[in-house]
Antibody, heavy 121, light 106 residues
Framework: QVQLVESGGGVVQPGGSLRLSCAASGFTFGSYGMHWVRQAPGKGLEWVAFTRYDGSNKDYADSVKGRFTISRDNSKSTLYLQMTYLRTEDTALYYC??????????????WGQGTMVTVSS | DIQMTQSPSTLSASVGDRVTITCRASQSISTWLAWYQQKPGKAPNLLIYKASSLESGVPSRFSGSGSGTEFTLTISSLQPDDFATYYCQQYNTYWTFGQGTKVEIK
C-alpha cells in the first residue's frame, strides 16, 4: 500500500544538526512533489519545505530558510531533510507528505507517521 | 504571505449535530483550499481538496464550500469518530495551514 515512513529524529543540542529521512513505497515516488511539515508539541501544522518531483525546484518556510535543506533520491524513493543550526523552536514532530496531483500545487494526500526532533541543552 | 484564520478555535457539539467550521484567507486563493482531520497521536488525513471535492474514502457527511477568501467545512451529522482537530490549508501560493479547530464532545 501507499506508505511514507520517516526516521532520523532524536535529541540534539541547540546549534546542532540532524538529517531526517522519509522512505516511500506503493507509488511512483519520482513523479510527485514532496513536502516536510512539522508540528510543535500541542500546536498546529507548519509547512516547512517542498521539493519538485525531480528536485529541480525547492521552497522553504521563512523560519527555516538558510538552515534546512530538502533533497530527494528518486532511485531510492527517499526524501531527506538536512537540518542545521537547530534552535529550540525547531522542536516538533516532523512529517513528510506527498502531493496529491502530479505537476501542480496541490493538497497533501499521504502523510507519514512523523519523527520527533527535540532541540534541548 | 497568505494567512489562514479558522473559527472557532474550539467547538463543543453532540453526536448528530450539524457542525460548521470557517476558514478565511488573507487574500484570494480561488478554490485552492484543503481540509484535514487530525486525531491525537496521528498524522493529518485529507478530507476535502479544491474547496469542495471529497477525497476518496471520506464519508459523504463531510462537505466543503467557498471560494476567494471565505470557506466552510460542514459535517452534516456529527459521528463519534469525528471528534478531532480540523485544519484548513491554502495551496494557492506556497502552503499555509490555519491554526486548527478542535471539535470536542459537548
Amino acid at each position: 500500500q501507499v506508505q511514507l515512513v520517516e526516521s532520523g529524529g532524536g535529541v540534539v543540542q541547540p546549534g546542532g544538526s540532524l538529517r531526517l529521512s522519509c522512505a516511500a513505497s506503493g507509488f511512483t515516488f519520482g513523479s510527485y512533489g514532496m513536502h516536510w511539515v512539522r508540528q510543535a508539541p500541542g500546536k498546529g501544522l507548519e509547512w516547512v519545505a517542498f521539493t519538485r518531483y525531480d528536485g529541480s525546484n525547492k521552497d522553504y518556510a521563512d523560519s527555516v530558510k538558510g538552515r534546512f535543506t530538502i533533497s530527494r533520491d528518486n532511485s531510492k524513493s527517499t526524501l531527506y531533510l538536512q537540518m542545521t543550526y537547530l534552535r529550540t523552536e525547531d522542536t516538533a514532530l516532523y512529517y513528510c507528505a506527498k502531493d496529491q496531483v502530479v505537476g501542480a500545487s496541490t493538497a497533501f494526500d499521504i502523510w507519514g507517521q512523523g519523527t520527533m526532533v527535540t532541540v534541548s541543552s | 504571505d497568505i494567512q489562514m484564520t479558522q473559527s472557532p478555535s474550539t467547538l463543543s457539539a453532540s453526536v448528530g449535530d450539524r457542525v460548521t467550521i470557517t476558514c478565511r484567507a488573507s487574500q484570494s486563493i480561488s478554490t485552492w483550499l484543503a481540509w484535514y482531520q487530525q486525531k491525537p497521536g496521528k498524522a493529518p488525513n485529507l478530507l476535502i481538496y479544491k474547496a469542495s471535492s471529497l477525497e476518496s474514502g471520506v464519508p459523504s457527511r463531510f462537505s466543503g464550500s467557498g471560494s476567494g477568501t471565505e470557506f466552510t467545512l460542514t459535517i452534516s451529522s456529527l459521528q463519534p469518530d469525528d471528534f478531532a482537530t480540523y485544519y484548513c490549508q491554502q495551496y494557492n501560493t506556497y502552503w499555509t495551514f490555519g491554526q486548527g479547530t478542535k471539535v470536542e464532545i459537548k
